[in-house]
């Protein structure tokens, strides 16, 4: 779940917002923080991706444009704490 968008970041400039639920990123399915993370450090910053979230129970479909990696992305995938400022969003894991 997006917990928090960066003011000013790739995500809030797309449209999300806090609350949303992302479901799907860059056409794949999102279960998990280790999901999101594969995707995108697959990507470069410039790079386009596309973002589905549940949104007040519909889905809402965003094109965000990222902006630069975490230093913290290079070193190890471990390392990335919950924020993830190349999306612009905090995020926290849902269970159930």
Sequence with gaps: ???DIVEGGPSAKAGLEAGDIMIRLD????KSMKDLRKILAKHNPKDKIKVVVLRDVKKEK???ELGEKPASMFASMEQIEHKMTFLGVETEEIEG
């Design 62 to 64: 965003f094109k965000v």
């Design 1 to 3: 779940m997006v917990e």
């Design 27 to 30: 056409g794949k399915s999102l």
